[in-house]
């Protein structure tokens, strides 16, 4: 079993960066593939990022190409999304999800077997 545990989510305007962390404790021994998804109200949940095990590999949705950039420091059992030049239509709730061998870098949301509670993020115009 893997705990995770978001944070850093909050307000900011519109080309402000936020920095989303996710902590796992428990069973980190293994190797999981980590993402971030974000889903907003009435909306289904989005696949935004993810990154291998040993962190050379990513992937990113069209719609944070070049603005975000998702990180983990496996000493530390931490994933990281930097989110730059924000903007209104990223504001959701945001959560990171991990899945055990096999696994791609392509978030998706029937794949991991973890999940955080998830940190919002409210991006104002």
């Known amino acids: 079993q893997v705990q995770l545990v978001e944070s850093g989510g909050g307000s900011v305007q519109a080309g402000g960066s936020l920095r989303l962390s996710c902590a796992a404790s428990?069973?980190?021994?293994?190797?999981?593939?980590m993402y971030w998804f974000r889903q907003a109200p009435g909306n289904v949940r989005e696949g935004v990022a993810g990154i291998s095990i040993n962190g050379r590999s990513t992937y990113y949705a069209d719609s944070v190409k070049g603005r975000f950039t998702i990180s983990r420091d496996n000493a530390k059992n931490t994933l990281y999304l930097q989110m730059n030049s924000l903007k209104p239509e990223d504001t959701a709730m945001y959560y990171c999800?991990?899945?055990?061998?096999?696994?791609?870098?392509?978030?998706?949301?029937?794949?991991?077997?973890?999940w955080g509670q998830g940190t919002q993020v409210t991006v104002s115009s």
């Open positions: 999800a991990a899945a055990s061998l096999p696994c791609t870098v392509v978030p998706d949301p029937r794949r991991p077997g973890y």
């Open positions: 428990g069973d980190t021994s293994r190797p999981y593939c």
